[in-house]
Each structure stands twice: as structure tokens, then as C-alpha cells.
């Protein structure tokens, strides 16, 4: 999964409080770019389905499908929940529920396509019968008021193989990994450093 379009990036405002050791001389520090950041609880609301293409291999059924597009918000919030109880504590909204502090993640899924396990089989290195997965996240800041993050995503199985890897479903059910892989790429953008790179494990200089 990847973030395609990224409309909203930074925080609220353009000013900041002025420095304490600066009272005297009025001083006043702006944000100068600064994204959000470290929030107190991220609250996540399910992703609006209701206009989404929604097709390919979902259900064993036609007649299923309903009840699969329904529960894939559900789903995808629980993923979310998982990966980004990383950065605070997380927990999803129940209907009528809303935060007072912190981040709500919220948005609506454009596409959900499961692909075709047969294509994935015959000539999925070329790309036949991959999955497509497409959504739009926004973050708001509760107490600010305000979005401070709104992106668009998408991705799926790609050029995988019939064997499948970790992150992909070979002739399984390729919308199951899209939704976690989408979850962890949220969390991955919303970190300033997920992986710890170039982290000291100590002080002393080489």
C-alpha cells in the first residue's frame, strides 16, 4: 500500500505560545511546517463503504457479498486499532460515540477489489487477477479543532505469484492482507521514525 495524494499535512495554527524565558521580550514562536505529533489517544470511527466498488473474489457467493462489504469496515478498523495502539492508546467509536482529546482517524474506502485467485494462479507474476484496494484517511486533532492529516491510498496483491508471501495472499483472500497492509502503511505515515533507524545503542563515539 502506498499514499498516493496527501492533501492536509502540519497542525492547527501558525502561532505557538510564547517561550517562557522569552515573556519579557514578546517573542513568539511559529510552527514553521511542524506536523502533528505524540497525540494524548487516537480514537478511530469505521470507514464510510457505502459508494465503494466493491467486487472480485470477497465471498463465496453473490449473496454474501452485502454482509462482506458491511463487516469490511469492521475489519479494517480492528487492523487500524492493532497497528496504531503503536504511537497511544487506541480504541474505535461505538455509533454515537464521540472523543474529546487526542486524534480521531476516520474516512471511506473508494474501491475494494479481491482480485481473481484463478488469474493470481495462472499468470499472477504478470499481474492477472491481482486485488486493488483504495480509501481516504483523514486525522483530527479533537481539541484543536481541526484536520491535521488527510491522504489518499491504494494498493493490493500487485505482481505476486500463486504462492503468496507475508504481506500477500497468493489464492487466499487477497482483501484481508490488503486491509492490514492498509493499516500498517497508516501507522508507518503517521510515525515520525516507525523503524528506529540511525537509533544509539550507545553514547560513546566511535
Known sequence: MYVT???VAGSCGTGAAIDAKDVASGVRYTTCGVGAHDPRAIYIRPFCIDTAVFQGDEAPSDGEMPIRKALT??????????????????RILKPGESARV????????TAVDGGSPVGRFFFGNFGVGRSFLALHVKVTDVEKGCVVYEFDMA?????????????ASGLGKATHFDLRNAAERVYLALSANPYRYASRSSTVSQ
Do not use: H, I
Not at 487526542?102 to 474506502?109: E, L
Not at 494498493?155 to 504481506?167: A, D, E, V
Open 5 to 7: 495524494k496527501t492533501d
Open 73 to 90: 469496515p469492521v475489519e479494517f478498523a480492528q487492523d487500524l486499532k492493532e497497528e496504531l495502539e503503536r504511537m497511544a492508546p487506541t
Open 102 to 109: 487526542g486524534w480521531v482517524v476516520d474516512g471511506n474506502f
Open 155 to 167: 494498493g493490493g496483491s500487485g505482481y505476486q505469484g500463486k504462492l503468496g508471501t507475508l504481506r
